[in-house]
RNA sequence: GCGCAAGUGGCGGAACUGGCAGACGCGCCAGGUUUAGGUCCUGGUUCCUUCGGGUGUGCGGGUUCGAGUCCCGCCUUGCGCACCA
């Protein structure tokens, strides 16, 4: 028998933890009110005088490997902020869903041979229990899941009313913008009343069926386009730009992927641009991030112009500018190789007079020099054309062009360096002022006229790109020469427009999102084809088009590297689900129709769960508006750093999560929330108020001298004669590195393994005082042991070990140990409110151990207010305290303590005397010192004395702190 | 190549607007408790030192009475972008 019957062991914290967390759950506890809808507690709302705080984590993904240590840190910041917050009377919503469809689930079931469901909720099973044992302060009620019907059903209604949308460039916006979302009802409504013309001018009641179909797909947010995408043989499946690697490769699985011309479902997110580009201003996320999403948006200004081209009438070869001011300076022009006019400038027969040899590629003809580079062009992915670095190639395509603004005649070239896919697919060189034009012209031959005057000593072998004077650019009806760059690109605008040559202009690096897959487990798409091929959304009555239990739900994948295999969904297997018959309250009764057999993208169910967390039990809405307006409605103030005369856009208060998510879900959720937020559905105009963007925990792996990695947990550790550390894995050596936590570097450490050893409230204690939330650490398994300590003393100050009493004393506190309570209070209030958890179990710890050194027992006013204090990062150990210093309700709503400003200085400070910035005495003076009367104190010390002896030059004082005499 | 972060003891990290560098924790050292080990408790722990002190926040300069903090130039690491016209 021990003789600490009661001491804090891993055993007795994990008896208390599960019993608070069933009794957490049995009193529901952290069930947050609703104002209105089916739980509709607008009482319970009132309760909090606080105001409310929607606090929210990064949708997790139920993957088969169960937790790691890593994945529960921002977790447990977030709730520690939302315990914080409720002790300050706020009604907080916290919850935590399952974010469940998706490629791995599907990957993993093919492998296992089982379905994606089961796999997926054998998951979410485990995931929920290992969760549950952190004592995360979730309403239970919310924890929805992405694969429930009820769920999709409005996930595939959000796709309709985008789908059922169009966006008007000239509509107003509440906000005083202008463009944004309609109805296609309302543009229906434009042309049948004749308000917005068809394009050949006839009715619109005299529009055939499918020419009005065609009228209105076209305009649509969500449109079926033949167009580039991205084909992922080695999945299956067609993805999104943004899940497509650097590499060219598939950002699950690495598989490669290629380009190809496929007709696919995408969603017009290009459309809001610029409204997602500007509205990072109004939202407070890390800087890095916003750039990231604007270089992903990569707005560009410029403008675009017409060349006329010698051979073929009209056309003209447009390209798109960002200098527009540097026109005169064009003095050849490139299209990229799979630009379509590229055919029409190819003159039959040889080289056409004025050919250079190096313009040739060595070809007898244009046509052959073309055909070759373009052949050749077409074999590279996009990864090997860059792969050859930045050297420039291509070939004459042996047409002209005209310089609109001199009329000089120039060569026209097909090069890769040019791309397709980004403005018009064309350009304009201008090697003066252009370094990849520069290069080109240097190994061609071509010539170069510089128009902006380079500074003195610029490099005359070079491009120059900076600001300076137009020169050389001048034509008989407007001049720049002598303007700087932004004037003159003013001028010649406005130049270009009056002659019909050109206009301002703006491009982006965004593209449409691509939106299908042709996967088993996803949302089906709620669209069905009538006999015409036309695309008719499912009425809302027939939601959710449920995902069909199929024989074969494995995706058709061929090898990875067969370019040219083709996409075949496996829903378009199950014939008899193609087929369907409908009536789609169109007045034309039921008729037969064949169904999508697309699913979609796993972004789709992540783009708006934080809406469903408001209203889980809503079947008339997604989210009842009151609901929404309440959790995520523009506050009045707008948020800190956004620029003068901003309006808070609304949105989650406290977003956290992985910054790999800072393009791909951010950006969607954005334009989905963007979307709902014009057709009039959401009050906010952001789904994320404020994003933090946490560090990732990474644990030691070690490799073998072959440099495979080991198993970490069976790794030993040595320290040689020199103190330095060294590792052996079976006797021999290998070496540590730190990297992310997971399978593949055989370093996975699980929180169950951190409960059995220590309990929740340790591990919770260590992840967070470990450093900054927003820093990547270390994980060290052995110092887990001090945050256990800290929870010891804090356990034996209250209770004895030995008999299980209570040991605090009713004695009021002393003079000192209350300032030191009040200071800590102080300062764990601003820690929590900004999450630096880290700094505040520092002063939490001092405390603790300031109260173990106390004789004669804890007093009770301190060890309550200690008790409170861990209360967010250490909730069971606290509750059990709380409750065994006689309290019979739980500590979650207590108030959070108040520190008295009086008791925050002290009487007397520790002056520093410094001599010439060196401390070399200190003097005990009392706080309210006055400058004078410290200055003669200081001087009036030996040391000062000694050292100023040849007089003295000068003395700052700092009152009550500091005093720095210069000796002359 | 361009852009942005960050470099502080053996380790993770503290340090508000320039004002006692190293809070708190791990590890390590010493002492106490214990038959012993572990636990727990107390103290110590930048480096050098002739024990007076000197030195010290990636490196080199600068501003200042005073610099981890501000300025200039480098180095290293991490992240993002990378022919985007």
């Keep these: 028998m021990s003789e600490t019957p009661y001491r804090y062991t891993a055993e007795l914290a994990g008896q208390i933890e599960v019993a608070w967390q069933d009794r957490w759950e049995e009193q529901g506890t952290f069930r947050a009110p609703n104002p209105a809808g089916p739980w509709a507690d607008p009482a319970g709302v009132a309760e909090h005088p606080g105001g409310h705080l929607l606090v929210l984590d990064m949708f997790p993904y139920p993957s088969g490997a169960g937790l790691h240590v890593g994945h529960p840190l ?14 300050l009377g706020r009604n907080v919503l916290h919850c935590l869903g399952y974010d469940a469809f998706g490629l791995p689930a599907e990957q993993y079931a093919v492998q296992t041979g089982q379905h994606p469901r089961k796999t997926t909720e054998e998951n979410i099973t485990i995931m929920a229990r290992q969760l549950r044992r952190l004592g995360l302060g979730h309403d239970d009620r919310r924890a929805i899941r992405t694969i429930d019907p009820d769920y999709y059903r409005w996930t595939q209604w959000i796709f309709l009313q985008i789908f059922d949308s169009w966006y008007d460039p000239e509509a107003e916006r509440a906000d005083g913008g202008t463009g944004r979302a309609r109805p296609i009802a309302e543009l229906v409504e434009e042309y049948r009343g004749g308000a917005r013309p068809t394009p050949d001018g006839r009715a619109w009641d005299d529009l055939s069926h499918t020419e009005r179909a065609a009228l209105l797909d076209a305009r649509r947010l969500v449109q079926s386009v033949e167009a580039e995408v991205n084909w992922c043989p080695g999945l299956g499946t067609v993805l999104a730009n943004e899940e497509v690697t650097n590499e060219g490769r598939s950002d699950r699985g690495n598989y490669p992927v290629f380009k190809r011309n496929l007709r696919q479902w995408v969603m017009r997110i290009t459309e809001y641009a610029d409204r997602l580009a500007d509205d990072l201003d109004r939202v407070e996320w890390p800087e890095k991030v916003k750039t990231m999403q604007r270089n992903w948006i990569g707005r560009s200004q410029g403008a675009r112009v017409t060349f006329a081209v010698d051979a073929g009438e009209g056309a003209g070869i447009e390209v798109f500018t960002t200098r527009p001011d540097t026109l005169f300076g064009a003095t050849f022009m490139v299209l990229a190789p799979e630009h379509p006019l590229v055919e029409t400038l190819v003159p039959e027969g040889g080289w056409p007079e004025g050919t250079k040899d190096a313009w040739t590629g060595g070809a007898a003809t244009p046509a052959e020099a073309v055909a070759g580079y373009r052949a050749a062009a077409a074999a590279k992915t996009d990864a090997e054309r860059q792969d050859e670095g930045k050297a420039k190639t291509g070939v004459f395509t042996g047409g002209w062009a005209v310089n609109p603004v001199n009329g000089a005649r120039v060569p026209v070239f097909v090069a890769d360096y040019v791309l397709m896919g980004y403005g018009t697919g064309a350009i304009m060189a201008v090697p003066a002022q252009d370094e990849r034009d520069w290069d080109f012209a240097a190994a061609y ?70 939106f299908a897959r042709q996967r088993y487990w996803g949302e089906p798409f709620p669209v069905v084809f009538d006999e015409d091929g036309i695309a008719h959304g499912v009425p ?39 087929t369907v018959e409908l009536d789609l309250g169109d007045g034309r009764g039921p008729r037969t129709f064949r169904r999508d057999t697309n699913v979609m993208p796993q972004w789709a169910g992540s783009c708006w769960y934080y809406l469903r967390y408001l209203d889980p039990a809503n079947d008339a809405a997604l989210v009842d508006p009151e609901n929404e307006a309440y959790w995520m409605g523009p506050r009045p103030e707008p948020v800190a750093g956004a620029p003068a005369g901003t309006r808070d856009p609304g949105g989650v208060d406290l977003y956290v999560g992985g910054v790999e998510h800072a393009v791909l879900h951010l950006l969607y959720a954005r334009f989905w929330h963007k979307v709902l937020h014009d057709l009039g559905h959401l009050a906010s ?21 072959r440099g495979q990695y080991v198993e970490a947990g069976e790794v030993e550790e040595h320290v040689d004669d020199d103190g330095r550390q060294t590792f052996t894995h079976g006797g021999a050596p290998v070496s540590r590195e730190f990297g992310k936590i997971g399978k593949s570097l055989k370093n996975m450490v699980s929180p169950d393994d951190m409960y059995a050893a220590f309990g929740a409230d340790t591990f919770r204690l260590y992840e967070m005082g470990l450093g900054p939330l927003e820093q990547s650490k270390p994980w060290d398994t052995r110092a887990v042991v001090g945050s ?20 605090v004393v009713d004695t009021p506190l002393d003079d000192a140990t209350t300032r030191v309570l009040h200071r800590t209070v102080d300062a764990v209030r601003t820690d929590f409110g900004s999450l630096g958890f880290n700094t505040a179990i520092a002063r939490l710890t001092e405390l603790n151990n300031a109260l173990t050194k106390l004789e004669g027992g804890v007093p009770r006013e301190a060890a309550e207010a200690l008790v409170l204090m861990v209360a967010p990062l250490a909730p069971h150990i606290a509750e059990e305290l709380w409750a065994r210093l006689g309290h019979d309700r739980s500590l979650v709503y207590q108030p959070f303590p108040v520190a008295d400003p009086g008791l925050l200085v002290d009487d007397t400070v520790t002056c520093v005397v410094q001599i010439k910035g060196k401390v070399r005495d200190r003097i005990e003076v009392p706080s309210d010192i006055a400058e004078d009367a410290l200055r003669e104190l200081a001087l009036a010390r030996p040391k000062v004395q000694e050292a100023t002896a040849g007089g003295v030059r000068t003395v700052i004082v700092r009152a009550p702190g500091l005093v720095n005499v210069v000796p002359a």
């Design 74 to 87: 921002g977790y447990i910041a977030t709730d520690v902020y939302a315990r914080y917050n409720r002790m």
């Design 685 to 705: 105009g952001e789904p994320f108020r404020t994003y933090f963007a946490q560090g990732y925990i990474q644990a030691p792996a070690y490799t073998d001298a």
């Design 788 to 807: 256990q300590r800290f929870l010891q003393r804090l356990w034996r100050n209250v209770v004895d070990e030995e008999t299980g009493a209570l040991r």
């Design 540 to 578: 809302e009555d027939q939601l959710p088009v449920e995902l069909p239990d199929v024989p074969d739900y494995s995706p058709k994948v061929y090898d990875p590297q067969d370019a040219h295999s083709e996409p075949e969904p496996p829903l378009a297997r199950d014939h008899e689900w193609v």
């Design 445 to 514: 031959a071509l010539p170069v006229v510089r128009t902006v005057r380079p500074p003195e000593g610029h490099d005359e072998s070079t491009a120059y790109t900076g600001d300076g004077p137009a020169m050389n650019s001048a034509n008989d009806e407007v001049s720049l020469d002598g303007l700087g760059v932004a004037e003159a690109k003013e001028r010649i605008i406005g130049w270009l427009e009056a002659e019909g040559l050109g206009e301002g202009a703006v491009t982006y690096k965004l593209r449409d999102w691509l």
